[in-house]
């Protein structure tokens, strides 16, 4: 559906490497008064922002003539001026021709840009006919927290917008679901056509070919933020700080430049990310970003909080998006979206990761969840002084063990599968004791509520692994079994990660019992999915320093 620009992205020089496009990082600068402001500018400017955008709707108390001289003298880059009114989601409640007077002196003092809203756009633009500057340029923006309308509807706004005389366009819509992301991005292709591309001229209305500025609010927007690069925007947002938000879900501008490397994104960068819900806990683009910019590769890799998972896939269908790791609740009912699964996935049924074929575009569904987890428990049992020569001909330390999986989700069929090809016993523990018995039926196993837990009868070289969302951030004070009943097992393993060490864990270390953090799994898993994504090598020290830096 979505398709990258049809020409290379402008270069430009800066912090010792090329830009591979022209897409500008403003930092909204929103303290309350003008000394702080002056102080944030130079901040902002120190972390790599192209601009700032000087949000007067913020400041407690403004004499209009000396502050406005002030901000546009002092600040070390190119000036956006705001007075954005409650109307449209700022600070403003009074005089509007007070505010649109403010607007015109920042003008007149030499803003570079000021944004005004398309409901007074026709007549502010005309109040300065004559008199505008030539290096000063007009934001008409267009604020919708209900929704994302339609395409026709957006391209419909967008005409409207470039007929005021805007010399940039800006809509922010709220994001009820992922997808609506897709229909600003396609806007903002057919908006603003790159140098050779003219065919696409005859799309809708759209033909003054206005530069657009296309946000997504709210966490299911945070992809418009990030990927404006590819697609052709204007310019980005990131908060200067974490805390110093103006919009919902803003990254920061450390987050954009250094995480998500957004100067180097460009037509061509494969969009690879993590589906799940919740997502923002993932350190999965700390890590593979990380590495891309490593190893040279063009990708970028981001949170994508996804409700309908068959609704992304039919939606972002392009070879733009190149490949995902598929976390919770959706590691079943990704099987049903791809075009074929790996045997081994098909027998687990269920999938953590995804590729879309380069020679053919179909989605190829994997399991490595399977792999990193039951590595890292025998890993874990190799050190284990409970090992108890459990050791045998099958070479795996899990032959003969009882291994207790609480869940029955996609994870925990990947660990339930793991251990009984490596020899385990294995029983499924769930609050919801029908689909423990579904499961293990499934890999030939015994089932349990989770009520019942604490009274399996105990034995030698026990293993207790959890592939819930139990004592995951932010509910970390939570676990799916109390202290006392952990003292029967000889190895506890937690597939959480965020936090590293959960109460789960740090309650089976107070017993003595030899723990696994989740965050073995994660790198475990991660190697072969990079490989997948990539058609490189992993470089599994780097995997495991970036990890360590970022745990």
């Given at each position: 559906?979505?398709?990258?620009?049809?020409s290379d992205a402008l270069?430009?020089?800066?912090?010792?490497?090329?830009?591979?496009?022209s897409?500008?990082?403003?930092v909204?600068?929103i303290?309350?008064s003008v000394?702080?402001?002056?102080?944030d500018?130079g901040k902002?400017?120190g972390l790599?922002?192209d601009l700032?955008e000087?949000?007067?709707?913020?400041?407690?108390?403004?004499n209009?003539?000396e502050?406005?001289?002030?901000l546009?003298k002092?600040?070390?880059l190119?000036?956006?001026f705001?007075?954005?009114?409650?109307?449209?989601g700022?600070?403003?409640?009074?005089?509007?021709k007070?505010?649109?007077?403010?607007?015109r002196?920042?003008?007149d003092?030499?803003?570079?840009y000021?944004?005004v809203?398309?409901?007074?756009?026709?007549?502010f633009?005309?109040?300065?006919?004559?008199?505008k500057p030539?290096?000063?340029k007009?934001?008409v923006s267009?604020?919708n927290?209900?929704?994302?309308?339609?395409v026709?509807?957006?391209?419909n706004?967008?005409?409207a917008?470039q007929?005021t005389?805007a010399?940039?366009?800006k809509i922010?819509?709220?994001?009820?679901d992922i997808?609506d992301?897709?229909?600003t991005?396609?806007?903002?292709?057919h908006?603003q056509?790159?140098s050779g591309c003219?065919?696409?001229a005859?799309?809708g209305?759209?033909r003054?070919?206005?530069p657009?500025i296309?946000?997504?609010?709210?966490?299911?927007?945070?992809?418009?933020r990030i990927l404006?690069?590819?697609f052709?925007?204007y310019?980005t947002?990131?908060?200067?700080?974490?805390?110093t938000v103006?919009?919902?879900s803003?990254p920061?501008?450390?987050?954009?430049?250094h995480?998500?490397?957004?100067?180097?994104?460009?037509?061509?960068?494969?969009v690879?990310?993590?589906?799940?819900?919740?997502?923002s806990?993932?350190k999965?683009p700390?890590?593979?970003n990380e590495?891309?910019?490593?190893?040279?590769?063009?990708?970028?890799?981001?949170?994508l909080l996804?409700?309908?998972?068959?609704?992304f896939f039919?939606t972002?269908?392009?070879m733009?998006?190149?490949g995902?790791?598929?976390g919770?609740?959706h590691k079943?009912?990704?099987?049903?979206c791809?075009d074929?699964v790996?045997?081994v996935?098909?027998?687990i049924?269920?999938?953590?990761?995804?590729i879309?074929r380069?020679a053919d575009?179909?989605?190829?569904g994997?399991?490595?969840d399977?792999?990193g987890a039951i590595?890292a428990?025998?890993?874990?049992l190799?050190g284990s002084?409970?090992n108890?020569?459990?050791?045998?001909?099958?070479?795996?330390?899990l032959?003969?063990?009882?291994f207790?999986?609480i869940?029955?989700?996609?994870?925990?069929?990947?660990?339930?599968?793991?251990a009984k090809?490596?020899?385990?016993?294995?029983v499924i523990?769930?609050?919801t004791?029908d689909?423990?018995?579904?499961?293990?039926?499934?890999?030939?196993?015994?089932?349990?509520s989770?009520?019942d837990?604490?009274?399996?009868?105990?034995?030698?070289?026990?293993?207790l692994a959890n592939t819930t969302s139990?004592?995951?951030?932010?509910k970390?004070?939570?676990?799916?079994?109390s202290?006392?009943a952990?003292r029967s097992?000889s190895?506890?393993?937690?597939?959480?990660?965020?936090p590293r060490v959960?109460r789960l864990?740090?309650e089976?270390?107070?017993c003595g019992?030899?723990v696994v953090?989740?965050l073995?799994?994660f790198?475990?898993q991660?190697?072969e999915q990079?490989?997948?994504?990539t058609?490189?090598?992993?470089?599994?020290?780097l995997f495991?320093?970036?990890?360590?830096n970022?745990?």
């Amino acid at each position: 559906m979505l398709s990258s620009s049809c020409s290379d992205a402008l270069k430009v020089e800066g912090e010792g490497m090329m830009r591979r496009n022209s897409t500008l990082v403003c930092v909204p600068i929103i303290a309350e008064s003008v000394g702080e402001m002056v102080t944030d500018m130079g901040k902002a400017k120190g972390l790599g922002a192209d601009l700032v955008e000087i949000r007067l709707d913020y400041l407690k108390t403004f004499n209009h003539n000396e502050d406005l001289k002030c901000l546009v003298k002092e600040c070390p880059l190119p000036t956006l001026f705001s007075y954005r009114p409650k109307w449209a989601g700022g600070q403003y409640d009074s005089d509007e021709k007070n505010r649109l007077d403010a607007l015109r002196l920042a003008m007149d003092l030499g803003a570079d840009y000021v944004d005004v809203e398309l409901q007074v756009a026709r007549e502010f633009i005309s109040s300065i006919e004559g008199k505008k500057p030539e290096k000063l340029k007009v934001i008409v923006s267009s604020y919708n927290f209900e929704e994302t309308p339609s395409v026709e509807a957006i391209g419909n706004l967008v005409a409207a917008m470039q007929a005021t005389g805007a010399d940039i366009v800006k809509i922010a819509t709220t994001c009820l679901d992922i997808t609506d992301v897709a229909r600003t991005f396609q806007i903002a292709v057919h908006s603003q056509v790159p140098s050779g591309c003219e065919e696409l001229a005859h799309v809708g209305k759209l033909r003054n070919f206005v530069p657009l500025i296309g946000l997504g609010l709210g966490e299911r927007g945070l992809i418009s933020r990030i990927l404006s690069a590819k697609f052709g925007g204007y310019l980005t947002y990131g908060m200067l700080e974490p805390g110093t938000v103006s919009a919902p879900s803003q990254p920061t501008i450390k987050d954009l430049i250094h995480l998500y490397n957004f100067r180097q994104i460009g037509p061509d960068t494969k969009v690879f990310g993590v589906i799940s819900k919740p997502v923002s806990h993932s350190k999965s683009p700390k890590l593979y970003n990380e590495v891309f910019k490593s190893v040279g590769f063009d990708g970028v890799y981001a949170h994508l909080l996804v409700d309908d998972i068959q609704k992304f896939f039919q939606t972002y269908s392009s070879m733009d998006f190149a490949g995902f790791s598929v976390g919770i609740p959706h590691k079943e009912a990704a099987l049903k979206c791809c075009d074929e699964v790996d045997p081994v996935a098909k027998s687990i049924g269920a999938i953590n990761c995804i590729i879309r074929r380069p020679a053919d575009g179909k989605l190829f569904g994997f399991n490595t969840d399977y792999v990193g987890a039951i590595s890292a428990i025998e890993e874990g049992l190799k050190g284990s002084h409970n090992n108890n020569g459990k050791n045998t001909t099958s070479g795996s330390a899990l032959a003969g063990r009882l291994f207790v999986v609480i869940g029955a989700g996609g994870a925990s069929k990947a660990l339930a599968y793991g251990a009984k090809q490596r020899g385990a016993r294995v029983v499924i523990a769930n609050r919801t004791y029908d689909r423990a018995r579904e499961l293990a039926d499934t890999v030939g196993g015994d089932a349990l509520s989770l009520d019942d837990l604490p009274n399996i009868p105990p034995e030698d070289g026990m293993i207790l692994a959890n592939t819930t969302s139990i004592g995951m951030q932010p509910k970390v004070d939570d676990t799916p079994i109390s202290k006392h009943a952990l003292r029967s097992y000889s190895l506890v393993f937690d597939a959480i990660y965020t936090p590293r060490v959960t109460r789960l864990l740090r309650e089976a270390a107070e017993c003595g019992v030899t723990v696994v953090s989740g965050l073995e799994m994660f790198i475990g898993q991660a190697y072969e999915q990079f490989e997948k994504f990539t058609g490189l090598p992993a470089p599994k020290e780097l995997f495991r320093k970036v990890m360590e830096n970022h745990s």
